[in-house]
């Protein structure tokens, strides 16, 4: 830019301090506030009256006549009296340049920690110009970015009217004046990217940009181009061809501006790629994160493969680049390359995205708070693999975050919503692998509970975020850490229940349930957990009319009584089968455990009254919801209606008879198929077919099991009739990578079934099919840990004939893999494991050469979950039996070593069940092949499981007797409870 432009600037700073003196400046204000508009140019906090500091100030400064202060022999009185209209508007553009010049100055002070000024008068000054017909006129295209600047540096907070006056200012300057060699192309690059900084804090100036119409400048309607509005004018504007002469510096910060505007037109960016790539440009780190982030965040997937002849200059200057720029480079390439695409992103194949990674992990601990959200939100969003050291060392960084409110560069006081929102998403999504979520303390979590209170109260937390903290907080960190009622009930009282989106009222509803549940079974008179029920039972009535406007039904007359009020519900609404699915379960558990007891609430009227109203409104909710699947034939959630006995006969009835219309077309389709009929196959061939006949196999068996119960012995030929079509379905579908796991589990799914059912119509066919599958991988059966052990604790059940072919095609892959890997399994997997594989000894179903695996494989399991009880055990337990066990000392300091290990209390059903299983493992006889260690360790498991169920949780011997996994039944033969004594265990 020319030195010309700043010459309005090169006067006096004293000249405008006389004017102020001699009150000139009145004349100037038109329809002014309080005359006090330049305050700001106060020198220092010893500024006295205006009489004082005149008669101070004279004696230093040249005198005219009568003592009145002069200016190059001009008494400054008659520049503000006495001038003609040329003069005047010169002398006005000088006053405004002088007055935004300081006003500047005084803004950038303030900002470097000058407190000598107060931000009042700034806006004051901003107010006064915006709000005067004559310094409008008069306020050329500098002095406008000049305001614009003081706007954005002083964050000033801006009125309707003033928005109105820079929308005028801004439509009218935007038109090309060829007389004012100021009003250039580049300027307004300049000012666009300043109004990118306005509009940040500013969400209605972000709107005015884009609004086509009228714009007011006082009471004076002033139409400028009206079909247009501002983004456009100034689009069309920087676009003209014969006007491109910017910089590669000028093109990055228009992109720059254009992403935080959001303005998204592909004349500006065809004109800036089409240039780019024509003339040769010299690009910087900044120039090249600024393009590579502006297709990202503007979606300009027209322009990817501009980013591909970026990538050689990205990786030869890579270690130039700052750790924020590299992240959101990495960001970029991730989105702009896979997403909205089939095939599955992985790191290690990606040379490109895998260099930036390394060098992004590598600068992990001098990350800045935004920086280390956008790589933990990469990790999540993209599934990345971290290995055990990996997970440890970013776990480590949250902890020291948590716990000392910083680490580093990282600040937990400075963190805003998305920040906190991303921590526990990663936390919730790694946590559980390896045990590294202990790193979470009950301390780290009361900080973050802390803060995040304190952006609710500043109103700076959104809604959907503190939805989705709580939905984290129920399923991984409160398992270890539960957080207060007093802390839930503050966070839901912050959430509009009735504005949200439906997905988020099902969200919001799961997370809260978990609350309910145990004020449910404490049934104390405390006003949080009243609240928190109430406010559970309100969010029920605002989903069951979602779905009755989600329904675009009429409703019948019965219904219409228990219609409740929308109280404020948006009017479209979206239901998705998932969120459907999610009311159904939780309904279904709800009314399967009886949560409410109204007998348990004594005489609190309130509490029962809330309890009832909860009851009404949630079969409400479950007969909206079932009538919903079922018109809408989502095949897939009818096993949650057919299993849930509180739901009206006629809608079951109604899904019935749909799906034996679809077994009766899958028939007929079969039936086709063999006579050779050329039809197309309307059941698609992926994986969600899988899911569809898993679910169409579940309303068979349900409606098998449902008319056993009611005294009719089931219909067992069209049970078998359409078990065999699903079987016959299910071989048309071709075999690839993403089907194979779904064509297993159904296969283990369906065994299951008739073993537990006594029903030996499938068995041989089902273990040949298994048999097959266990062949075809011949590898990565870790994932396949779970069903393996389903199979092998099910296969005792069976008929003795059944034993040779599940020896011979199942056992000889299954076995290797269970003794492997049994480690990756949880605490019910591993009780159900000791025991089948203890009745497979027992029952002699097994290889002979692989005996000595089945007795290591059982000793090595009772160690295992010994010593998971001992360290599932909370402390006050721990201490109570310790006095009754010397010998316990010894093997808790054994396993002190473990780093952290999470407190979960193993339930007494599970307990009883695993002091069974010991039982049946005297029965077998293994004690010769175990050491002193492990004799010692199996009588001081079966002493303490003895006291917890007897001592400490009250269980009678007779209960013991009858029960099975503490459900009454017939008990098992043989397995009659003895004492164990330690005389008896060592023999």
Known sequence: MRIGKNELFRCKNRIFFYFKLTSCLNGVFEGGLDCQGTLFLRRSKGWKSKTEVGKKNFSHNREGENGRPNFNNVIVDYLGIHRNEQNGKVQQKVLIGEMLKNALLHVKGNKRGNQNGTSHNTEGVVERILNNKLMMENLNIIHFNMLLTIISKGEITLSKKMQDSIMHLLHRHIFFYRNDIDNTNNAWINIIHILSNICKNNKTMLCLIRKRGYYYLGSEKTQENTSLSFVDKFVHRICKPNDWNYSIREISLLLHSCYYLNIRSYLLFDTIFEKLQKNEYHFNCLDTHIFVYAVYKLQLQKYVPFLEKLKKKILKNICYFSSGQLVNILLAYTHVYYKDKNKKFHLKKDLFINNIFENCWNMINNYSNREFCNFLNFIVQNDINLNHEQRSEIFIIIYYLLKNKECKRLKLKLMIDLDIFTILNFVYKYGNLDNTITYITKFSISNINDLIIQLIKKKKFKQNLLVYILHFYKQSVANLHPISNHTVLHFIQHICAHTLEFKMKVILLTSLERHVTVVGDNHTEDTHNFSINKYYCNLMKYIYNDICKGENVLICEKKKENILNPNGCPEGVVISSTDIKEILKLIKK??????????????????????????????????VASDYVTKNKIVELFPLILMNRNVPTDICNKAESIIYNIFDNLNQHLLDLKNGVNMKNKYEKNKTTFNFFHSLNL??????????????????????????????????????????????????????????????????????????????????????????????????????????????????????????????????????????????????????????NHVTLSIRLMLKLFSYFLNSMDEGTYNLIQTNSIEISEYHKRDKNIKITPSLNIPVNDLIYLYRVLTIFHFTNLYAYMNVYELKCLFVFHQILNFNIFKVNNFSVTEFIQTHKGKRGRPLRGLVPIELTKERAFT
């Open 590 to 623: 709800r009314t399967q455990n009886s949560y409410y007891n109204s007998e348990q609430s004594g005489n609190l009227s309130h509490t029962v009254s809330l309890e009832k109203e909860t009851l009404k409104v949630q079969q409400m909710l479950l007969n």
């Open 699 to 852: 309303c068979n068996e349900c409606i098998f099991s449902n008319t056993c119960i009611s005294g009719g012995g089931g219909n067992m030929q069209k049970f078998k009739n359409n078990k065999n079509a699903i079987l016959q379905c299910i071989e048309l579908i071709p075999m690839n990578e993403e089907n194979k796991k779904y064509y297993f589990q159904l296969h283990v799914h369906m065994l299951l079934f008739d073993i537990n059912n006594n029903l030996p119509f499938f068995i041989n066919h089902l273990l040949r099919k298994i048999s097959d599958f266990l062949v075809m991988i011949n590898s990565n059966y870790k994932q396949y840990i779970v069903n393996f052990v389903d199979i092998y604790s099910s296969i005792i059940k069976v008929h003795t004939s059944y034993y040779e072919i599940y020896i011979e095609k199942v056992y000889k892959y299954m076995y290797p893999q269970i003794f492997s890997h049994y480690e990756n399994l949880n605490c019910k997997h591993l009780c159900l494991l000791f025991y089948s594989n203890l009745i497979h000894l027992f029952l002699h179903i097994y290889d002979r050469k692989k005996y000595s």
